[in-house]
C-alpha cells in the first residue's frame, strides 16, 4: 500500500471523468484508476474512451468505493493508442454471441471470452500436467500425412498442383507424381496410427495437435479445425483406457476449478442468466459450478453398448416415436440423440459405453471372443455427447489384416503401420479427446465456434 506503480492496458469505461476501469487481460477483474479531473488538460481525458490504450502511474491506495480493496491514484496519464468510439463496434454492454462471432478478431477483448480464452489456456496446460505427472512423453505426429486413419471423404487436401488445370496421368486422373510428395496428402484427421508407433517404443505418449476434418456438420460441436489430445499406450487394456480416460477428464476439470474461479464464477453468471431467458422446462438442473463439482465427485457410469441398446429401445421417446433415428435393433449406431438420453435422462452422469458392434467402428479396434463386438469406448458428457473415442486396438497381426481387407483399405499402403503387429506386438490402447469440447464443458459455452479464437466451420475462414 502507498506505492507508486506503473500500469498499461485498455480502458473498459471512463465514468465521470473519474472513475476509470482499466484492464489489461491478465484477469477478469479491471483496477479502478481515480483521475483528479481537475489535474489534467480536458483534450487528454477526451481521449480516455473504451478500448483506448493507456500507460498510468500512481499510488496504490486503499479504496473509497465499494466493490474493490484498493484503487490507484493516478498522477500521470498518458494515451497510448486511442479507440474513436464511433466507429469501435464494442460498447461496455452486453453483445449477443452470433454478433461477437461476426467480429472474432475483437471478441476476445470481452468478458466473456477473455475469461474462455484464460480457461482454455488453464485447460491446456492441464493436460500436459496431467500426462507428465503420469510419465507419458509428448509426442508430436504429423500434421501433413498421407494415410487416412478413419476412411476417406472428410479430408482436406494438401497439394502444390495448380487447382486448374492439373497435370493428368494415362487414365486421365490427376498426375499426384507430379505433386510436391509425389502421392496425394491431406491434412491429418487423426494421429493415433503414428502415435500407436510412438507408443510401440517409448511406452506411453500423447499428442496435442490441430486437427482436420472436412465433413459437413454445421453443428454447435464439431469445427473443420480443431485440436485432439490422443494417448497412447502399451501394455493397456480397454478397462486401463477407460480408467485413464475419466482420471484425465477429471484432472483437466479440478485444475481449471482450482485456477480460474474468477473466471468461472463469472461464467457461471452468465449462463445463469442464459439460462432465465429459456422457458422453466428447458432450463438446466445445474448450474456450471455445481455440474462441475457433480462430475468430480462421482464414478462415470459404465455401460455396454449392448445394455444401452436396451435401455433404448425400451425408452420412453423411443416408444413415443420422437427420436428422429427410432432404435429397432442391435447394431444400429448411436446418433447424438440418444447418447444425450442416456446421458442426460437416463443415468444422469458421464457415460462411457463400450463393447460396440464391429460394423459401426473403425478396422483397428480389438475384436472380441464373441466375433461381434470390438472393444471401443465413448465418453459421453451431459450437454456435449461424446468428448473421448477410444479403443484397445487389434494386435495380432492376420487379424488386423483380415479386418484391413474387410473395409477396402490396402494393406501395403499401411505397411510401416503393421510392422507393429510384426515385431513385439503387445496389447495396447488409447483414446482421443477433443479439446475444445472438453472446454464447453467446463465454460458452460453452448456453441464450439465461442471456445475457439478463431472457428473454422464450412463456409467460414475469415481472420
Ligand atoms: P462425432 O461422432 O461427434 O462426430 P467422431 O466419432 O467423429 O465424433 P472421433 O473420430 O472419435 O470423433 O474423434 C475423437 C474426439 O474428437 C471426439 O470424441 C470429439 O471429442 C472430437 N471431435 C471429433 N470430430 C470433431 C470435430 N469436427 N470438431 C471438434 N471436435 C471433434
Ligand atoms: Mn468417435
Same mark, same amino acid.
Given at each position: 500500500?502507498?506505492?507508486?506503480?506503473? @500500469?498499461?492496458?485498455?480502458?473498459?469505461?471512463?465514468?465521470?471523468?473519474?472513475?476509470?476501469?482499466?484492464?489489461?487481460?491478465?484477469? %477478469?477483474?479491471?483496477?479502478?484508476?481515480?483521475?483528479?479531473?481537475?489535474?489534467?488538460?480536458?483534450?487528454?481525458?477526451?481521449?480516455?474512451?473504451?478500448?483506448?490504450?493507456?500507460?498510468? /502511474?500512481?499510488?496504490?491506495?486503499?479504496?473509497?468505493?465499494?466493490?474493490?480493496? /484498493?484503487? /490507484?491514484?493516478?498522477?500521470?496519464?498518458?494515451?497510448?493508442?486511442?479507440?474513436?468510439?464511433?466507429? #469501435?463496434?464494442?460498447?461496455?454492454?452486453?453483445?449477443?454471441?452470433?454478433?461477437?462471432?461476426?467480429?472474432?478478431? @475483437?471478441?476476445?477483448?470481452?468478458?466473456? !471470452?477473455?475469461?474462455?480464452?484464460?480457461?482454455?489456456?488453464?485447460?491446456?496446460?492441464?493436460?500436459?500436467?496431467?500426462?507428465?505427472?503420469?510419465?507419458?512423453?509428448?509426442?508430436?505426429?504429423?500434421?501433413?500425412?498421407?494415410?487416412?486413419?478413419?476412411?476417406?471423404?472428410?479430408?482436406?487436401?494438401?497439394?502444390?498442383?495448380?487447382?486448374?488445370?492439373?497435370?493428368?496421368?494415362?487414365?486421365?486422373?490427376?498426375?499426384?507424381?507430379?505433386?510436391?510428395?509425389?502421392? $496425394?496428402?491431406?491434412?491429418?484427421?487423426?494421429?493415433? +496410427?503414428?502415435?500407436?508407433?510412438?507408443?510401440?517404443?517409448?511406452?506411453?505418449? #500423447?499428442?496435442?495437435?490441430?486437427?482436420?476434418?472436412?465433413?459437413?456438420?454445421?453443428?454447435? =460441436?464439431?469445427?473443420?479445425?480443431?485440436?485432439?489430445?490422443?494417448?497412447?499406450?502399451?501394455?493397456?487394456?480397454?478397462?486401463?483406457?477407460?480408467?485413464?480416460?475419466?482420471?484425465?477428464?477429471?484432472?483437466?476439470?479440478?485444475?481449471?476449478?482450482?485456477?480460474?474461479?474468477?473466471?468461472?464464477?463469472? +461464467?457461471?453468471?452468465?449462463?445463469?442468466?442464459?439460462?432465465?431467458?429459456?422457458?422453466?422446462?428447458?432450463?438446466?438442473?445445474?448450474? +456450471?459450478?455445481?455440474?462441475?463439482? !457433480?462430475?468430480?465427485?462421482?464414478?462415470?457410469?459404465?455401460?455396454?453398448?449392448?445394455?444401452?441398446?436396451?435401455?433404448?429401445?425400451?425408452?420412453?421417446?423411443?416408444?413415443?416415436? %420422437?427420436?428422429?433415428?427410432?432404435?429397432?435393433?442391435?447394431?444400429?449406431? @448411436?446418433?447424438?440423440?440418444?447418447?444425450?438420453?442416456?446421458?442426460?435422462?437416463?443415468?444422469?452422469?458421464?457415460?462411457?459405453?463400450?463393447?460396440?458392434?464391429?460394423?459401426?467402428?473403425? !478396422?483397428?479396434?480389438?475384436?472380441?471372443?464373441?466375433?461381434?463386438?470390438? =472393444?471401443?469406448?465413448?465418453? @459421453?458428457?451431459?450437454?456435449?455427447?461424446?468428448?473421448?473415442?477410444?479403443?484397445?486396438?487389434?494386435?495380432?497381426?492376420?487379424?488386423?489384416?483380415?479386418?484391413?481387407?474387410?473395409?477396402?483399405?490396402?494393406?501395403?499402403?499401411?505397411?510401416? #503401420?503393421?510392422?507393429?503387429?510384426?515385431?513385439?506386438?503387445? /496389447?495396447?490402447?488409447?483414446?482421443?479427446?477433443?479439446?475444445?469440447?472438453?472446454?464447453?464443458?467446463?465454460?458452460?459455452?453452448?456453441?464450439? =465456434?465461442?471456445?475457439?479464437?478463431? $472457428?473454422?466451420?464450412?463456409?467460414?475462414?475469415?481472420?
Amino acid at each position: 500500500m502507498g506505492a507508486t506503480i506503473q @500500469l498499461k492496458g485498455w480502458v473498459r469505461t471512463f465514468r465521470s471523468n473519474r472513475f476509470l476501469a482499466l484492464n489489461d487481460g491478465s484477469c %477478469q477483474a479491471s483496477i479502478q484508476c481515480v483521475v483528479d479531473f481537475e489535474a489534467f488538460p480536458e483534450a487528454l481525458l477526451r481521449r480516455v474512451t473504451t478500448g483506448a490504450s493507456v500507460a498510468v /502511474v500512481g499510488e496504490l491506495v486503499p479504496s473509497q468505493g465499494s466493490g474493490q480493496a /484498493v484503487e /490507484v491514484a493516478v498522477k500521470t496519464l498518458e494515451v497510448l493508442g486511442d479507440c474513436p468510439a464511433d466507429s #469501435y463496434p464494442l460498447q461496455p454492454k452486453r453483445h449477443s454471441l452470433e454478433f461477437l462471432r461476426e467480429i472474432a478478431h @475483437l471478441r476476445m477483448r470481452t468478458n466473456t !471470452f477473455g475469461a474462455v480464452m484464460r480457461v482454455r489456456h488453464a485447460a491446456a496446460f492441464a493436460v500436459h500436467e496431467f500426462f507428465n505427472q503420469q510419465g507419458f512423453f509428448y509426442l508430436n505426429t504429423p500434421i501433413i500425412t498421407a494415410s487416412d486413419a478413419e476412411g476417406a471423404g472428410e479430408l482436406f487436401r494438401v497439394t502444390t498442383l495448380p487447382a486448374d488445370g492439373a497435370p493428368k496421368n494415362d487414365e486421365g486422373l490427376t498426375d499426384f507424381r507430379q505433386d510436391f510428395f509425389e502421392k $496425394p496428402t491431406n491434412l491429418t484427421v487423426s494421429g493415433q +496410427l503414428e502415435g500407436e508407433l510412438g507408443a510401440m517404443a517409448l511406452g506411453k505418449i #500423447y499428442t496435442f495437435g490441430p486437427t482436420f476434418r472436412a465433413e459437413n456438420s454445421n453443428t454447435t =460441436r464439431h469445427l473443420s479445425e480443431f485440436w485432439m489430445i490422443e494417448p497412447e499406450m502399451a501394455f493397456h487394456d480397454l478397462a486401463d483406457n477407460m480408467d485413464l480416460a475419466e482420471a484425465f477428464c477429471k484432472h483437466i476439470i479440478k485444475a481449471v476449478m482450482e485456477r480460474c474461479q474468477e473466471d468461472l464464477a463469472f +461464467l457461471d453468471q452468465r449462463l445463469e442468466q442464459e439460462e432465465k431467458s429459456k422457458p422453466q422446462a428447458q432450463r438446466a438442473e445445474q448450474g +456450471l459450478l455445481e455440474k462441475l463439482q !457433480f462430475v468430480l465427485d462421482n464414478p462415470f457410469v459404465r455401460c455396454t453398448y449392448t445394455e444401452a441398446i436396451d435401455i433404448l429401445k425400451e425408452s420412453k421417446p423411443n416408444k413415443k416415436g %420422437q427420436f428422429k433415428y427410432p432404435i429397432e435393433t442391435w447394431g444400429a449406431d @448411436l446418433q447424438s440423440e440418444h447418447e444425450r438420453f442416456l446421458v442426460e435422462k437416463h443415468f444422469k452422469s458421464p457415460v462411457i459405453l463400450f463393447d460396440y458392434p464391429a460394423k459401426i467402428k473403425a !478396422f483397428y479396434m480389438r475384436l472380441n471372443e464373441d466375433g461381434q463386438t470390438v =472393444r471401443a469406448m465413448d465418453v @459421453l458428457f451431459p450437454g456435449i455427447g461424446e468428448i473421448v473415442g477410444g479403443s484397445q486396438r487389434e494386435e495380432r497381426h492376420d487379424v488386423l489384416v483380415e479386418k484391413m481387407k474387410a473395409v477396402g483399405i490396402d494393406p501395403e499402403h499401411l505397411d510401416w #503401420y503393421l510392422d507393429t503387429r510384426k515385431f513385439g506386438t503387445c /496389447v495396447h490402447s488409447g483414446f482421443g479427446l477433443g479439446f475444445e469440447r472438453m472446454v464447453q464443458f467446463v465454460t458452460g459455452m453452448g456453441n464450439i =465456434r465461442d471456445v475457439i479464437p478463431f $472457428p473454422r466451420t464450412p463456409g467460414n475462414a475469415e481472420f
